[in-house]
């Protein structure tokens, strides 16, 4: 089958997304097959606002393998069903045939997959022919199926280095002034990143103290007696908080914190509300940190594992499309724990759409402040190594800026949004 | 001259002041004197609290120098004038003359230098045999007479990383989702930090797109006008905010954002009344961060040329001490930009402390928003080079706990805090 390779990324970006990228690119080109990408997910579709990657330069797509991002954009917009939206698929293949392509490679999370999923069937349905392949991707790692999700490793090894470090810093200080410190992480929903924090600690009494999941409710007596014991025995307390916590009764703790004086409710996550306690009610000197977008981006400490395993799915997704695995995603299958040895295996489409792997009831201690040795076992691996980006004389990493170079249009624009 | 030397460090602590301290203690090694540090700082003194780093092994001195944080405890004390506090003056003599110590070296800012001249003065009248020397660091770059300060060119160097970073994430997403992105970096009187953010872009169009310095008065209505106008140019637009951002009424912006349900001052810095601001009158989406201590600490992606300007200071104020050279401090001369050349020499304690060093008004653009080229050329260097700290296998860096074996206490009990 001849035709174009097209490539699209969807949802909030990682570390490594453009590493599985630019395996995609190259494994394609090595196959002599024509690489499109996408401007901005699958609305750069919609659009007919296409990328040729053949102008890029094989130093360019080197450098694009350690820059963080989404080199060509990427989209948060869910497409409806087919029945509920008929005419953005017959779009979407209408663009397709017309450029020739005929293997869409869609790297993003759970929607993705599932999207791909849905074009993968109407496409059948519709005539064109078109296989249709999903690249794993998301902070999240609540992808089912795979061992874990390229993008994770890396903000599993920025948290721990950062609550490690920023932790160094407050036993520094102790003494005389900041006694708490609260590190807020991703996780609206689950506790991947929240319990990554936990492998900057061994022994009882190391950093971080006090772990806050959104999937334990939020009990501020509790909190703060064990903050308070913790700053009396050990002198000090780190706390890292998962901006999706959520009290007793099911409310963002980020959310309940009032109103200001303008009326809205307050903003700043949830670290804020949590120092805010621990003052009022301990009285203690805090600081709080909330790296936000720096955790997700933070491409020059790199998980080395994380980056691999990014490659390796970019470029099986290719060899699997073109060998004409229709409807699968490659997963990171683990052989072991220590050493950590994975492979990559195609996975059905079907079964990681619209599925969310949720953190074990069984990694979070049963106090419910903590990671278990099992949660240490699977997490342990995926930030080992560090996969640093090339540095040029100014002193910061050579991040490329591809050319992204439209491919001339051949149909009228799209009507809608 | 026999006798010991004592170290102490104070302040806020830096990435690299263990750099330093790692090199005052390994060249007081190599000169066949032994070296105590104060736990907490000057507190450690007044309290007999003194640690014996001849317990260490070469190999944890070799892991202090790429561990951040304060190894012997830091501390915010402000000693008052000898005159206003005889006792303090009369106790720290009284405990280094109980163990002999003959030179005291005091790693830290502005405060720490007077301190340090202070006690130089009181040991002079007192009969005892003192050496003085001062060793400079902090992240605020304040510091008179030295061409820069330890520490800060690795702040620097995070920040314009994260800056980067965070912006090719925010340029990714742009186009269906965050708009704006704003971050906070520290810097209360004086916004050397938030200039070397300047560092991540060299085009007009490249992030940061305004940087808000605490030199110049937040202008609301011009502010969000030129929010919009990079917008709708860019596409999207990262803001440096300083902690220390005032308004005309000179109020911190960061404490002027109003009260929250329980009447308290709001929290959270700067950072997220700026969202509000764009959120209200704008209507972009927008993601803020506040690395908080995650920037001073961030010893992972530390300056090479910072780290070795701390080691050089803090080799180069035992060798002063040990000349004999009473009441200096080694400061950084630059020789040229670029290439950068500096080299290390003695400055009178007394031309450093209580002196601080602006952000020159000719660094920041006419306009107010930006750096211009002559602060490009002061900074730049300061951020060259990569200090990567060794990992272990559990991927995260080799981070040392020093034992801090106390010296056995000759006196009895400090009666003071």
Redesign the interface.
């Known amino acids: 089958m001849p035709g174009k390779l097209l490539y699209a ?1 969807s949802g ?2 990682t570390a490594v997304i453009n590493t599985s990228a630019a395996a995609v690119i190259a494994t394609a080109r090595a196959h002599g097959v024509r690489a499109y990408a996408a ?2 997910g699958i ?1 750069g579709v919609l659009r007919e606002d296409l990328i040729d990657t053949g102008k890029e330069s094989a130093a360019a797509l080197r450098d694009l393998a350690h ?5 060509f ?5 869910k497409l409806k069903t087919p029945e509920a939206d008929p005419a953005a698929y017959a779009r979407l293949i209408e663009v397709m045939a017309a450029h020739d392509v005929r293997y869409f490679l869609y790297n993003g999370g759970n929607d993705s997959a599932d999207t791909a999923l849905k074009i993968s069937a109407y496409a059948k349905r519709s005539g064109h022919e078109l296989i249709c392949v999903g690249v794993p991707k998301t902070v999240d790692n609540d992808l089912a199926v795979t061992d874990t999700s390229p993008g994770f490793g890396s903000v599993a ?1 920025y948290t ?3 609550v ?3 932790s ?10 900041t006694k708490v ?1 609260i590190l807020e992480v991703m996780g609206r929903h689950a506790g991947w990143i929240a319990a990554a924090a936990g ?2 600690g061994q022994g009882p009494d190391d950093a971080p103290h006090l772990i806050l999941f959104p999937e334990i409710a939020f009990d501020e007596a509790a909190f703060l007696a064990r903050v308070k014991a913790t700053v009396e025995r050990v002198g000090w307390c780190t706390v890292v908080a998962s901006e999706g916590l959520k009290n007793a009764a099911g409310q963002f703790l980020a959310e309940a ?6 009326g ?1 409710a ?3 996550g949830v670290a ?1 509300v949590l ?2 306690r621990v003052r ?1 009610k301990l009285g203690y000197k805090y ?8 955790q ?6 790199a ?1 080395a594992t994380d980056a691999a395993q990014a490659a390796a799915v970019g470029r099986a997704a290719v060899e699997y499309a073109l060998a004409g695995h229709n409807g699968v995603i490659p997963v990171i299958v683990r052989g072991s724990d220590a050493p950590y040895r994975w492979k990559i295996a195609p996975a059905p489409l079907a079964k990681v759409a619209n599925h969310e792997k949720k953190l074990p009831r069984g990694y979070i201690t049963r106090d419910g402040y903590g990671i278990t040795a099992q949660a240490r076992k699977y997490l ?1 691996p995926l ?4 996969a ?1 980006p090339p ?1 040029d ?5 050579r ?1 490329v800026k591809l050319k992204n170079a439209a491919v001339p249009r051949k149909l009228a624009a799209w009507a809608q949004p």
Chains 1, 2 share one sequence.
């Open positions: 990324q909030g970006v401007r901005n609305l820059t963080p991002g989404g080199a954009g990427s989209c948060r917009y090894k721990a280095l950062s490690l470090e920023a160094i810093d407050v036993a520094s200080m102790a003494e005389s002034s410190f492998l900057a914190g009032g109103r200001d004086a303008f809205h307050q903003l700043g804020p120092a805010q009022e600081h709080w940190a909330l790296p936000d977008y720096l997700r981006s933070a491409r020059h400490i998980s342990a930030i080992h190594g560090e640093y540095y004389t100014t002193g910061l990493p991040y």
